[in-house]
Each structure stands twice: as C-alpha cells, then as structure tokens.
C-alpha cells in the first residue's frame, strides 16, 4: 500500500510559476513511476509529466517546455519515502485544472488506469 501526499498549487496570474510537490510513503515506495495528471471541469484526465523509478521523464506535449518533472533521490533509511516535484513555468490559463498525482511500479504509463494509487488533487488557477 502506497499513500500519495500532495501540497502546492494555487492562483497565478499567466506567465508566473507554480511548484507542486507529491510524496509517495509506504512499502517499496521508491520503486513507483509518479505521473502528473490534471482534470479540467467537464474533461478527463490527462497526463502532464511522469518520472520513472529509474528517473526517465515524459512529458504531455503541451507542458513540454514549461513543465519540469524531478525527484528528491535523497534516501530514507528503508526506501519508503518517494517525492517528486512539478515545476510548472510560464503557466497559461488552460493550464487551470485540479492537477492530481498517481503512482505505479516502475514504469510511467500515459493512461490513467494503469495506476494503483492516487492523491487527493490540488488546484491549480491560472488567470488572465
């Protein structure tokens, strides 16, 4: 069992920048690929960046360039604390969604069904 613990987000205006912040604890919890998705009122859920166990990135092709996906690899003593950090740039407002974590072993996968655990989202409000 994995917890997903998110914190950050809030209201900008456009061009400013936001960081949010997912920490992954529980057993084998630095084995997990975290992924970033965001939800917009009346849409599904779309990937916005990911990062492997190994620290291999991927990023949705609207973020690409403004988002930065990165992990803390300092080390608890048992390997069961895993944060990720967003760094979201020159944020735009169809950026504004409820921006959610998700974890799964290993590998990050772009459709949200193939991942166990899920944070509680945080908002994230771009205005003009």
């Known amino acids: 069992q994995v917890q997903l613990v998110e914190s950050g987000g809030g209201s900008v205006p456009a061009g400013e920048s936001l960081s949010l912040s997912c920490t992954a604890s529980g057993r084998f919890a630095t084995l997990h690929a975290i992924t970033w998705f965001r939800q917009s009122p009346g849409k599904g859920r779309d990937m916005v960046a990911g990062i492997s166990s190994g620290g291999t990135t991927f990023y949705g092709d609207s973020v690409k360039g403004r988002f930065t996906i990165y992990r803390n690899n300092a080390k608890n003593r048992d390997d069961t604390k895993n944060t990720v950090y967003l760094e979201m740039n020159s944020l735009k407002p169809e950026d504004t969604a409820v921006y959610y974590c998700?974890?799964?072993?290993?590998?990050?996968?772009?459709?949200?069904?193939?991942?166990?655990?899920w944070g509680q989202g945080t908002q994230v409000t771009v205005f003009s």
């Open positions: 998700a974890s799964r072993l290993q590998a990050v996968h772009t459709s949200e069904d193939r991942y166990n655990y």
